[in-house]
C-alpha cells in the first residue's frame, strides 16, 4: 500500500482502519510517506502492525507536492504482487484486502493488467469524532468522466473530472484513474512509476495515459464494490492538509504556482511526446489516438466526445 500524507492529523487514523478491518489472511505491507511537523513513527511502532509499515518522514517544508512524494514511495516498494494506492484521510470496510484480491483476480479473466479505480464515496467524523459514511450502498456505478466545462484553458491540456452514477454491471470500463484508490498488480509500480514533475491537477490525466498507452485496461466499480471510503473537504471547515497552505508558502523558496506551471508543461510534453520519454513517458502497447478513439477526450483539438466504455458483470 502507497500512503502519501501531507500535514495529515487523519494518518494514525487511516492507518488503523485499514489494519483493524483486514480480513488477517494475507500480509500487508504499507508504504508511507509522511510530510508533517513532527513524526509518528513512534506511536507506529507500539501498534502490533508497527513492524509492517515502512515510514518516511521528511519536514514540510521541504515536500515538492504529491506525486513526488508518491515517486518516493515506490522506491519502497519490494516486490509485492498487488499494489494498493490511497490518501491519508481513508477508512475502510470490513474484509477490504480479501474483497479486492478476489476482484482483481476475477477482472483477471478479462484483462492481465486490470486496475480498479475510481473516486470513494464520503465519510465524515460526527460532533464527537467517530466516523460515519454519508451514503447509503447503492448499485450505481462509480464512472469517471470529465466535467462540463472542458479544458481548463485553451493552452492547456488540463481536465476537471468527477463521479458520474450509471446504472448496470458490476464494472465498466474506463480512462481515467482517481490517486486516492488504484488497486492494481505489484507490476504496475515498475512500468507505470510515478513522476515526480507532476504536482497536483494533471496527475490522474497523466498517469492514465501512461497506463492506458502501456496495455493497462481501468476498470470503475459500482458502489457496493468500493471497499473504502474518502474524507473530503468539507466546505467552512480549515483543511491544512494542502501542499500550498499559506503558512509555508510564505517562507518557500520555490512556489507552488511554479510547480503548477512545470506540471502543465509536463503534461503538454507528455502529450505531444515532447521530452518524456521511457517509463515516464507514453507507452507503445496502445496509442495516443487509441486512447481518444475510446475515451472521447480528442486532446489533439481539445474536444470530449462520448466515450466508447462498456459494463461488465460476468467475473464479479
Not at 481501468?218 to 474524507?231: T, V
Request: hydrophobic residues 35%; glycine residues 8%.
Amino acid at each position: 500500500m502507497s500512503i502519501a500524507s501531507f500535514c495529515d492529523r487523519n494518518l494514525l487514523f487511516t492507518l488503523e482502519s485499514l489494519f483493524d478491518t483486514a480480513s488477517g489472511d494475507l500480509d500487508i505491507n504499507v508504504g508511507v510517506f509522511d510530510q508533517s511537523f513532527e513524526s509518528i513513527n513512534g506511536s507506529i511502532e507500539r501498534f502490533q502492525w508497527g513492524d509492517r509499515v515502512r515510514y518516511l518522514h521528511i519536514h514540510p517544508m521541504h515536500s515538492k507536492g504529491v506525486c513526488w512524494a508518491r515517486s518516493v514511495i515506490g522506491s519502497l516498494f519490494d516486490g509485492e504482487d498487488f499494489y494498493f494506492q490511497i490518501d491519508s484521510h481513508t477508512m475502510f470496510k470490513k474484509d477490504w484486502d480479501k474483497f479486492l484480491v478476489e476482484q482483481m483476480e476475477k477482472l483477471g479473466k478479462l484483462s492481465c493488467k486490470p486496475i480498479i479505480t475510481t473516486y470513494p464515496p464520503p465519510f465524515e467524523f460526527d460532533e464527537e469524532g467517530n466516523p460515519f459514511e454519508k451514503l447509503a450502498p447503492s448499485s450505481y456505478l462509480y464512472a469517471l468522466r470529465p466535467k462540463e466545462e472542458g479544458f481548463s484553458s485553451s493552452d492547456s491540456y488540463e481536465l476537471k473530472f468527477k463521479v458520474f452514477h450509471e446504472k448496470g454491471g458490476d464494472y465498466i470500463t474506463g480512462f481515467h484513474l482517481a490517486g486516492g484508490f488504484i488497486f492494481t498488480l505489484g507490476s504496475f509500480v515498475d512500468e507505470v512509476p510515478y513522476d515526480p514533475w507532476f504536482y497536483f491537477h494533471g496527475e490522474e490525466q497523466g498517469l492514465a495515459l501512461r497506463a492506458y498507452t502501456k496495455g493497462w485496461d481501468i476498470f470503475h466499480p459500482r458502489h457496493d464494490h468500493i471497499p473504502l471510503l474518502h474524507l473530503y473537504k468539507q466546505s467552512g471547515v480549515k483543511h491544512d492538509a494542502h501542499h500550498w497552505r499559506s503558512d509555508l508558502e510564505q517562507v518557500r523558496r520555490v512556489k507552488w504556482v511554479e510547480r503548477k506551471k512545470v506540471s502543465e508543461e509536463r503534461l503538454t510534453d507528455l502529450i505531444e511526446r515532447e521530452g518524456v520519454n521511457g517509463r515516464l513517458g507514453l507507452g507503445t502497447e496502445r496509442s495516443l489516438d487509441q486512447f481518444i478513439d475510446f475515451s472521447g477526450i480528442d486532446y489533439r483539438v481539445k474536444k470530449i466526445n462520448d466515450p466508447e466504455t462498456r459494463l461488465v458483470s460476468g467475473p464479479a
